[in-house]
């Protein structure tokens, strides 16, 4: 499955072709959905809409068949559909077929056009900040980089200690036979027999995390990422004690690192993290709010069209589900609108998004409610 990159989008927004297909679809990763083909049939009902539209354009049915096959084709691949995410996106025109399995949900949709559509996909962009995610066992320890859609496994063991008896010595198995958890349920542990051999014990366990953040160190030190970890409470607690990251996540997972696949864990450390990220979010629809009427905003689609090819825009912020059709003529710089779509015209705010996010703009697609200027379909940020 080809992962989406920004690279991929600058290379499908510079093809341009008389019948340039765009087809989004939501998928479903298990359940009764894919037993029943769900999938499948949605795929078949944007197919048969693309058809439709194709032969308004003067095309054969023969000469449509012939473009629109590999996506006949995929419809076809039952092993395809048994790999699927939560959605999926489609780009085709003569000679050129790309397909997306991405953890991004998609409402049915399809575009027939010069160029493909890609504003569904910047939610893939934003919101998306780096993490690592530690999981702390006194035998195991592992970490992983992370965004809201990938893992990464970082090699430590050159850097931490093996286990626990690698850090204690030689007497560990006697030491761990005086020594025992008890738990309710995972999380909840206690020491428990005479009072200095419990402080003997946390002492080593701090010892052996104390070695373990040493090492972490070494590979973390200059990083200002965000670190999650899957732990115990107990053992977050005394981790604590002796960490040196200044970006530790106040708020663990208690799921035991063990015995959770690796996909939940990510998906347990994103609900921790997803409200942080998103308050870059929320600062930058403050600071629209704060510049309105100052010049360092704009709600003119003609105006923000055109700055967006310039690399004036900061934030782009697009209302979802909404399109404003229309012609941006480069080489007078002039912006016209049109009320419906036409073969003549493009989508201006699948424009505007895809300028803003290649010249390194962040672009939010947001629920009419929740724009910054809820009266206009497209508000910018600017730089300056």
Known sequence: MAILTKQDVEQLSGIHSAFCISV?????????????KL?????????????????????????????????????????FWRHQSDGLALFLTKDFFKKYTLPVYFEAFNYVANSFYLKPLMPMFVGDGSFYLLTLELEE????????????????????PGGLEESVGADFEEKSLQFRTQQEGYGNAIFH?????????????????????????????????????ATQDYLFSIYEEVNTYRNLVKHHITNSPLETDKYVLHDLAWEIMAPVFDEERK?????????????????????????????????????????????????????????????????LLNLAAIKTFLQNGK?????????????SKINALYRY
């Open 141 to 160: 320890v592992k970490l992983y980089e992370m965004t809201r859609h990938s893992i990464t496994d970082v090699i430590i063991n050159d850097l931490i």
């Open 283 to 347: 600062e930058k629809i403050e600071r629209f709010k704060q510049h309105e009427g100052t010049g360092r905003t704009s709600s003119d689609i003609q105006h923000i069209v055109r700055d967006a090819f310039h690399g004036k825009i900061d934030t782009l912020f697009v209302e979802n589900r909404a399109d404003v059709f229309g012609i941006y003529d480069t080489r007078t710089n002039k912006v016209s609108l049109r009320e419906n779509f036409d073969t003549t015209s493009v989508s």
């Open 363 to 375: 672009v939010y697609l947001l629920e009419k409610a929740d724009m910054p200027n809820p009266y």
């Open 39 to 79: 999938d499948t049939k949605a795929l078949k009902n944007q197919l048969k809409i693309v058809k439709t539209k194709l032969s308004r354009e003067e095309l054969s049915p023969k000469e449509i068949d012939d473009l629109v096959s590999p996506i006949q084709e995929l419809i076809d691949d039952t092993g």
């Open 193 to 229: 027999g005479h009072a200095g051999a419990d402080r003997k014990r946390k002492n080593e366990i701090l010892r052996h995390f104390r070695a373990i953040d040493k090492g972490l160190m070494t590979l973390l030190k200059d990083e200002k990422s965000p670190l999650v970890i």
């Open 24 to 36: 989004f679809i939501p998928t479903h990763r298990a359940g009764k959905e894919v037993i029943e």
